[in-house]
């Protein structure tokens, strides 16, 4: 079992930045895949970004692509989403996932094994 507790969200103005980590307890952060989605007010919960176990491999949705880079720290148990020149479209609760399996669709959502209970954006025109 793993458990996954997202912070950092919060009101920004279009154009500004935040910065999400995901702390994860219960099992080996290396042992996972890690993945970001969102989910907009009468949306479906999209992809965002992911990162391979050692970091080396990321994934970007193409409309959070030269914006946003997602990072891990294996050794602090955390995974970032650092998001800049930020829009009004990108006002969402955003949700860290975790992917056990070995080659898996990483956009997909339902190839994710655990979730947080997601962090609210918000960015005001």
């Known amino acids: 079992q793993v458990q996954l507790v997202e912070s950092g969200g919060g009101l920004v103005q279009a154009g500004g930045s935040l910065r999400l980590s995901c702390v994860t307890s219960?099992?080996?952060?290396?042992?996972?895949?890690m993945g970001w989605f969102r989910q907009a007010p009468g949306k479906e919960r999209e992809f965002v970004a992911a990162?391979?176990?050692?970091?080396?491999?990321?994934l970007y949705a193409d409309s959070v692509k030269g914006r946003t880079n997602i990072s891990r720290d294996n050794a602090k148990n955390t995974v970032f989403l650092q998001m800049n020149s930020l829009k009004p479209e990108d006002t969402a609760v955003y949700y860290c996932?975790?992917?056990?399996?070995?080659?898996?669709?990483?956009?997909?959502?339902?190839?994710?094994?655990?979730w947080g209970q997601g962090t609210q954006v918000t960015v005001s025109s």
């Open positions: 996932a975790a992917n056990l399996a070995y080659g898996s669709a990483w956009r997909k959502a339902n190839e994710y094994d655990y």
């Open positions: 990162i391979s176990r050692r970091g080396g491999i990321t």
């Open positions: 219960g099992r080996t952060l290396s042992d996972y895949v």
